[in-house]
């Protein structure tokens, strides 16, 4: 008779264990605790621990994105978090997620992910239900096979007997609440039957559309493949943009995604995020021709080059003072992490220009360690730039357009990313991608 993971962990026995509590672990928590799960999740940040013990959201911009308060969940103790790993490797742990970044400046790295998988391997190997590993980080091809499962047999752990394996990417967009861990298309593939069929059991407790891959190799690729798509869209609309300066390509690729089988993208500075500008990377990092893919050789470089092509562009019209809106890679998110703002920022200081960055998410030490600039105050300082790049559409740049105008006296040259600023119909403005932005 097979048991039913979903029937042990709602009776309240049994308990949840995640690992890492960035956007993904948080919200992987939060939604199995709104179920009624009992959840606790590892940081080694213990401020994070601290917060989400108080019932606070570490991450504040999730709030609106969840749309409902985790304080309850605290107090009726389905929501908690360690910095301890001890504490969750106890037999009453039925589901391990691991959901801790598997990149490090800009390149796929696995130490964490080891680290993680070295803590899960203590558990005991007689346990009645053996625990199931489900990994939510983003994974290159075949990793699973050279890393994880040799892993796990040097520990004496037999998948599919005394633990369980399953690789289920997230595709969450923490920019609107509807794309999220319940309402999302969700890929899972397993090593095994029984794998297959508890995490089944486990998913299927938050996630309403849930997509079984014939093996855990096949739903590995899944993130990087989808998301090499985007990427290579992405900087073909870049391409264009270079190479029809003076033509207004964004206003053609928004007519393009008219048609029905085609998605919509506009030039910009570059792609950034955990996700898409890594995708191409994870790939080619297992790969041993990597000509065969000379497509995704070609949009890295590309993508690499918007911030020096910007830097260019901008020189070349005599514009010295600089002032960059936005660190984090979208809007209403505070996310740094491979930011194209980080790169465009060290062309245009290669370039001998002046430089300031202001983001209401970061603080002044935040921004500098990150970029390696001064911040500015927002709006006043804008007064003191002769050209201005708007990266994001962060809430807190939308001030009323007259109080902006007294601001933007001295601007010659506006770049708008994302079209923060789009209907204020502003001197010298341009969004990226039409024409005469570069």
Excluded at 276 to 290: A, C, F, G, M, T
């Amino acid at each position: 008779m097979r048991t039913d993971y979903k029937k042990l962990l709602k009776s309240k026995r049994y308990k949840v264990a995640v690992w890492g509590t960035g956007y993904i672990g948080l919200s992987t928590m939060v939604y199995f605790s709104k179920k009624k799960i009992k959840c606790v999740g590892y940081d080694i940040d213990k401020s994070k621990v601290q917060k989400i013990n108080s019932g606070t959201l570490p991450l504040e911009d999730l709030k609106k994105w969840f749309g409902f308060d985790i304080k309850g969940l605290v107090k009726q103790n389905y929501l908690r978090a360690t910095s301890n790993y001890k504490n969750l490797i106890t037999d009453d742990f039925l589901v391990h997620f691991v959901a801790i970044p598997t990149e490090k400046n800009g390149r796929p790295y696995y130490k964490p992910l080891i680290n993680v998988l070295e803590n899960i391997s203590k558990i005991k190997k007689n346990n009645k239900f053996p625990p199931v590993v489900i990994v939510e980080s983003t994974l290159a091809p075949k990793v699973s096979d050279k890393k994880i499962i040799p892993f796990l047999k040097r520990k004496k752990l037999i998948i599919g007997k005394n633990i369980l394996l399953s690789i289920a990417p997230r595709r969450d967009w923490f920019i609107e609440g509807g794309k999220n861990l319940e309402n999302l298309d969700r890929v899972y593939g397993s090593t095994d039957n029984k794998s297959t069929k508890v995490t089944k059991d486990v998913l299927s407790i938050v996630c309403k559309k849930l997509h079984p891959a014939s093996s855990y190799k096949v739903s590995e690729m899944v993130k990087s493949v989808e998301n090499a798509y985007r990427h290579m869209d992405i900087t073909l609309a870049n391409q264009l943009s270079l190479a029809f300066p003076r033509d207004n390509i964004r206003e053609v690729l928004k007519l393009v995604g008219t048609k029905w089988n085609v998605e919509a993208f506009h030039p910009g500075i570059g792609a950034g995020g955990y996700c898409i500008p890594l995708s191409s990377r994870y790939i080619l990092s297992q790969v041993k021709n990597v000509k065969k893919l000379s497509l995704l050789r070609e949009t890295i470089k590309t993508d690499d080059g918007m911030g020096k092509s910007i830097a260019n562009s901008i020189s070349n019209r005599g514009l010295k003072k600089i002032g960059v809106m936005g660190l984090s890679y979208k809007g209403n998110l505070k996310v740094s992490v491979l930011s194209k703002v980080i790169p465009l920022i060290e062309s245009l200081k290669n370039k001998k220009l002046k430089v300031k960055l202001y983001d209401p998410y970061f603080t002044d030490k935040e921004i500098y360690d990150a970029a390696k600039v001064k911040t500015f105050k927002f709006p006043k300082d804008l007064k003191n730039f002769d050209c201005l790049i708007v990266s994001v559409d962060h809430k807190q740049f939308k001030i009323p357009k007259k109080k902006l105008e007294q601001y933007l006296k001295n601007c010659k040259l506006i770049i708008d990313h994302d079209g923060a600023w789009k209907k204020y119909k502003l001197k010298n403005y341009h969004l990226s991608g039409d024409n005469g932005w570069i």
